[in-house]
């Protein structure tokens, strides 16, 4: 390999203490590519998002961006006794903060932002994590141009957005960050079929404009549009890695993650 | 009721009000940005306010006011901050930090002042007014030294709120207020943020104390009843708004100042706590507050 | 699912017992005026302590009004006993009651708040309190309160008498009296709608239960125990100031309760006396003692979050591990020929990745048979099989990790499904056997599906008391019949009742054929049991179901038709083509038919065997399937 991959994460474990939310999490993303996970709600994909992005410490494995390593190496420290407060005396494993400015952006599920904020204030934050790869203003310029709603309302509060304008202001927070992985959990979660469209139209603009993308989303079509390789999440693991070329109709995934008795 | 016993009350109720917008300011930053409440602020104040004593007096080290209020007000935040760091980050991931924040921040303020106790011992002190002579403000006669607590405190507020709405580490602070994770993913440091939020919520309490300690007494415990005035003023302003609290602040200050002539000086305090519960179950998101943040 | 088995069958009954006997024969043995004293307050605020927790740690309401309330019980007293100067008894009633009914009208401004906003608004309240104490001093004495109370009597008899013995049995019965009551709170219906309601409101609330109410009444019981405790209180000191309303007193029971461990009866009790007796060594320090006090407080609680019981809870688990090793090793040595002359195979000890595993093989060059115990059992259970197959079949079985004579291992590597079906591997490697039949019971069963679908070749595959999961936790619903026993399964501690209870429950009364694994309960690592069942959810189902549904070894489901854990229409549904269209069951068994029905199980286990046999010998593919 020339290059090395923009992700690679090997063997992740992870969860909330005590419980292991998913195992052995193999992933990889080319330069310029895109990926999809699909699985069951309740399994763990998100959980291995916010792992992802340094929300919660891995319990083991690596994960390199651009081959650098963004985990503390080795596995956690044993946590032998219950009652001990680990938390007092170890180091976090991930820094949120580091994943961000890395260029690693994470778009959350149902994002609520920062309710009192207006949306002109919420993506003047942003810049935070770009930490210099790209002007903020033409930064702006594009998020508005791709999302003219946003222009519109961008003297309103948050809160007084609608849940598809609001989604369209967490993606272009994402933006303006200067991505170089955008993770999109669900962007289209809870949407009308109308919004649904729009939002699904930017996000194939994003895509063409050449941003690498890890996108999850109950949709098989819209991810087929998007992605080159799709990873189906079952119960903490990845349980199949299916090329752009084979993928499956949302009957044969289903009833390959279920088998014949899926209700 | 003449009119000068009227101008006397405002004048009092203003310099009450002035000091509690800047206590309960001081309180409500660590309230809307962590999500606790520090009961030690008390101890900061008076904490604030023996520092400057110890730098400024000619009993002491006798550097003058200003010195002593700088390394006060710069002390308390590195204090402030390494309070956050011992007492509160250790929760950072436990589901109930509300209520062990309470109890470390209580022995925190325990151990501080019995410190001061040790330190300086159990009698009054006084800094000593800075300004003497009185002024007229539209004919009517205040004391320098007043006037210029007021005003510094009203100056301070307006940094302070200038400081969050438009520099960016204020408004990175104001964002992870209202969501912590959100802030965490655009690449802000949440936990320096905390601690950077108790620190300047420490040094502000030094700023009360050190005003408080020019215009009357110090002794280790001047902080608690100023700590339960600003829970007063912070609940009835809510935290929605970075003014709540401050005109909240003004209106207790006066509300106290007539009560006190007109109830006596034991009632006061009852019937503020009462008016307190009242808007608490009325309005729990404050009298100025539009929305209800619970923790 | 409930269980809450009364307290005379639980660990807790001889602890208890143990506590309450010495402390009443303490003041005969090492009473002094000063020790009894101590005494008094620590159970006063032990009572305090511990009532304050049922609204801060059970129902998550943030009371702090508590102490002030303690405090109302205090005036009350004196306001009766003194200046009504009705009697002191009643003035103990009064405290209570005054408490528990200003207590209710708190609850009115708190009805719709949370969190934070309850501690502030009972602080106000508090505040409110004390105003109103110190302004009102004709009655109350204002800033320097209430002195010379009257002090109980009894018939006559001054309790402050004999070095306060009086006041230290009385307390001492208030401690126990409340205890108990709060015992029975926490266990009844109303103490699991607190605690439900804490945990998830809106679901509680969705469930028909009145957060108003719920409210109400904790507030309220909790006040008025601590009433009658500052009742008590006042008689005792004979003071009462308005000092009690004060932030120090409310931090020291604070630091009590969470000291103790919140959300538990017991820690707050035990952390009452802990922290009054520290204080107590400290007294010569002055404003130190408040600094030492303070920073324990928050070492502890930056540390050990959990508290004393906690610490208790970790202590008893340490000698639990260190019981049930010292038993194996013990049994491993003196056992072996009683063990070997159960099954007629010979024991060996096996390394294994998790740790040293007892073996039991009756050798032979015949084709293997390999047979996996269930939770908290041990390979001996399989005895009738031992001595009904061995002819044919060299059988093999093995005690899992922390089970049986096995070795105690490291909980979080080694008590798991996958661990255990490691295991499984390392003893069929150890051994040179490969392609062995085999069976499972239960948690066995498990293990012995997870080695076939992780594909070790296997010659046929059996189970019972098993049902195959799809999705966990939603199966685990459905597949079992939660009686009240299952929940032991995963119990870390059981007492002696409840380790009898289950093993009755998994294999059937206690009598000759079953008294061994009777034993082999109480020898059980309890975190074995503990993480085994926690880590259900990360065994790979989807991968354990696709094997039954699509693998080709023969496979057959042997359940007893009595079995009290199993939902038998679950398997029915579940529609697994195997051996014969319907889970084989065998009458008149429960969890354990091959123990207890061994006769009818080994027939059923036989005939499994040979129809393979069969298939093979006439060179058809193995019956997977009878019917579609």
């Given at each position: ?19 292991q ?18 699985g ?74 920062f ?21 903020a ?9 791709l ?63 050449g941003?690498?993308?890890i ?17 189906l999440?079952?119960?903490?693991r990845?349980?199949?890695?299916i ?6 109709t949302?009957?044969e ?11 | ?30 309230w ?15 904490l ?10 000619t ?12 390394v ?8 402030g ?37 040790i330190?300086w011992?159990p ?33 301070i ?61 110090m ?13 007063i ?18 209106i207790?200050?006066?509300?106290e ?6 109830v006596?000086?034991?009632w006061?305090?009852t ?25 | ?25 303490l ?29 801060l ?35 103990l ?10 207590a209710?009208l708190?609850?009115l ?10 501690i502030l608004?009972?602080?106000a ?10 302004s ?17 009597e ?60 719920i ?13 009658v ?20 007193l ?8 969470l ?16 922290v ?7 007294a ?23 508290g ?28 072996k ?12 000890m096996v ?13 032979g060059a015949?084709?293997?048979l ?6 908290s059992s041990a ?8 001595k ?18 096995s070795?105690?291992a ?18 069929l490697?150890a051994l ?6 085999v ?7 498990y293990i ?15 189970i019972?008391?098993?049902p195959?999961?799809r ?24 007492s ?17 054929r ?28 989807p991968?354990q ?34 051996w ?6 065998i ?31 006439d060179?058809?593919p ?7």
């Open positions: 390999m020339t290059q090395p991959l923009l992700l690679d994460v090997r063997g992740l474990d992870g969860g909330y203490e005590p419980l939310i998913f195992r052995k999490i193999d992933l990889q993303l080319a330069q310029g590519g895109a990926v999809g996970l699909f069951p709600n309740g399994h763990g994909k998100t959980t291995f998002l916010r792992t992802l992005s340094g929300i919660i410490d891995p319990w083991d494995g690596n994960i390199f961006f651009e081959g650098v390593q963004l985990n503390r190496p080795g596995p956690r420290g044993s946590r032998r006794w219950r009652n001990f407060n680990y938390d007092a005396v170890t180091r976090r494993r991930m820094d949120a903060k580091a994943v961000a400015r890395a260029g690693l952006i994470h778009v959350p599920q149902g994002n609520l932002l309710p009192d904020m207006t949306v002109a204030e919420t993506l003047s934050i942003a810049p935070y994590a770009s930490s210099g790869r790209a002007s203003s033409e930064r702006l310029d594009y998020v508005f141009h999302f003219p709603r946003v222009k519109e309302r961008r003297t309103s509060k948050i809160r007084f957005l609608s849940g598809g304008e609001r989604q369209m202001v967490a993606i272009g927070v994402g933006l303006m960050a200067a991505p170089k992985l955008l993770i999109l959990d669900e962007p289209t979660l809870g949407l009308s079929p109308k919004l649904r469209g729009e939002l699904s139209e930017a996000i194939l603009t994003i895509r063409q404009s941003v690498p993308l996108v999850v989303d109950q949709d098989i079509a819209f991810l087929e549009s998007l992605i080159d390789v799709l990873y999440f079952d119960h903490g990845i349980s199949r890695r090329e752009k070329a084979d993928m499956p949302h009957e995934i289903m009833k390959l993650m279920f088998g014949e008795d899926h209700q | 009721m003449t009119l000068d016993t009227i101008a006397l009350i405002l004048l009092g109720g203003v310099v009450l009000g002035a000091l509690y917008a800047l206590m309960a300011t001081g309180l409500a930053l660590v809307t940005t962590l999500g606790i409440f520090n009961f030690a602020h008390g101890t900061f104040i008076a604030g306010a023996y520092i400057a004593w110890q730098i400024a007096s009993d002491a080290f006798g550097a003058g006011f200003v010195v002593g209020s700088l006060s007000v710069i002390g308390m935040f590195l204090i901050t390494a309070v956050y760091y011992l007492l509160i980050k250790p929760f950072e991931r436990s589901p109930d930090i509300v209520v062990k924040s309470v109890i470390t921040t209580l022995a925190g303020a325990t151990i501080l002042e019995n410190l001061i106790n330190a011992g009698r009054n002190k006084q800094l000593g007014a800075v300004l003497t002579g009185d002024i007229q403000i539209i004919g009517l006669v205040i004391s320098r030294n007043e006037a210029a607590a007021v005003a510094v405190s009203l100056l507020l307006a940094a302070l709120g200038i400081f969050l709405q438009r520099a960016p580490l204020g408004r990175a602070m104001r964002a992870v207020a209202q969501n912590r994770e959100a802030a965490q993913l655009m690449g802000i440091d949440v936990v320096r943020l905390y601690a950077v939020a108790f620190g300047l919520s420490a040094a502000l309490a030094a700023i009360a104390g050190i005003l408080i300690g020019s215009i009357r007494f002794n280790p415990l001047m902080g608690s009843d100023p700590l339960m005035k600003a829970l003023v912070v609940i009835f302003g809510g935290i929605a708004r970075f003014t709540g609290p401050i005109y909240a602040a003004f207790v200050g006066l509300l100042a007539f009560m006190t002539y007109a006596g000086l034991y006061s305090p019937v503020l706590f009462v008016i307190m519960i009242v808007v608490l179950v009325a309005k729990p998101e404050g009298l100025f507050g539009k929305h209800r943040k619970s923790v | 699912m409930r269980y809450s088995p009364s307290f005379n069958r639980s660990s807790g009954l001889v602890p208890a017992l143990v506590s309450v006997v010495a402390l009443a024969v003041p005969f043995l090492a009473g002094s005026n000063y020790l009894n004293h101590l005494l008094v307050l620590t159970f006063i605020f032990a009572i305090v302590a511990a009532s304050w927790d049922l609204s740690g059970f129902g998550g309401l943030f009371n702090f009004a508590h102490v002030a309330l303690f405090a109302v019980g205090i005036y009350a007293y004196g306001v009766v006993a003194r200046t009504l100067g009705l009697s002191p008894w009643l003035g009633l009064a405290a209570g009651g005054s408490a528990g009914l200003i209710a708190i609850t401004p708190i009805m719709r708040l949370s969190g934070i906003y309850i608004v009972t602080i309240a508090s505040q409110v309190l004390y105003q109103i104490v110190i009102q001093s004709q009655i109350t004495g204002g800033t320097s309160g209430m002195v010379s109370l009257p002090g109980l009894l018939f006559g008899y001054r309790m402050s008498r004999d070095g306060k013995i009086g006041y230290y049995y009385l307390a001492l019965t208030l401690l126990i009296g409340s205890t108990v009551l709060l015992y029975k709170i926490t266990r009844s219906r109303w103490g699991r709608a607190i605690v439900a309601m804490r945990d998830n409101k809106y679901y509680a609330v969705s469930r028909g239960m009145s957060e108003t109410r409210r109400l009444y904790t507030l309220t019981v909790s006040a008025a125990i601590s009433g405790a500052g009742g008590l209180y006042g008689s005792y000191m004979r003071v009462a100031s308005p000092d009690n309303f004060g932030l120090g409310l931090g020291l029971l604070l630091s009590m309760l000291l103790g461990g919140a959300g538990t009866i017991w820690g707050p009790i035990l952390a009452a006396f802990f009054t007796m520290v204080s107590e060594a400290l010569d320090y002055g404003a130190w003692r408040n600094i030492i006090m303070s920073l324990l407080l928050i070492v502890i609680l930056v540390f050990y979050p959990g004393l019981w906690a610490l208790v809870q970790t202590a008893r688990e340490g000698f639990d591990v260190f019981r049930t090793q010292a038993l194996a090793r013990f049994r491993r040595r003196t056992g020929t009683a063990r070997e002359a159960l099954t007629g195979a010979s024991e060996r390394e294994t990745r998790h740790g040293r595993i007892a073996v039991a093989d009756s050798g015949k084709p293997a390999l047979l996996i115990h269930g939770n390979k001996e259970a399989f005895s009738a099989q031992f009904a197959f061995s002819d044919r079949y060299r059988v093999i079985s093995f005690d899992l990790p922390g089970h049986g004579v070795d105690n490291d909980p979080d590597r080694d008590y798991s499904v996958e661990a255990f079906a490691d295991v499984a591997e390392d003893v490697k040179a056997v490969s392609h062995p039949s069976f499972g019971w239960s948690l066995g069963g012995a599906i997870e080695l076939a679908a992780r594909g070790n070749p296997i010659n046929a595959l059996a019972s008391g098993t195959p999961l999705l966990v936790p939603e199966d685990v619903g459905k597949a079992y019949d939660a009686t009240s026993h299952f929940v032991l399964a995963s119990k870390r501690f059981l002696a009742a409840e380790a009898r209870d289950f093993a009755t429950s998994t294999t059937g009364a206690k009598d000759p079953t008294a061994h694994l009777h034993a082999a309960v109480s020898r059980t690592d309890g975190r074995a049991r503990a993480y085994a069942l926690g880590k259900l959810q990360i065994v790979d189902w991968r179901m696709r094997f039954l549904r699509t693998a080709s070894v023969p496979f057959a489901i042997l359940n007893g038709a009595q079995d009290p854990f199993l939902n038998h229409q679950y398997f029915r549904d579940l529609k697994l083509t195997q014969t269209d319907e889970p084989a069951d009458a008149d068994a429960g969890h354990a038919p091959f123990l207890l029905a061994a006769d009818a199980f080994n027939a059923k286990l036989a005939a499994f065997f040979d129809s393979i046999q069969n298939k093979r010998s060179g058809e193995a019956p997977r399937t009878i019917s579609a």
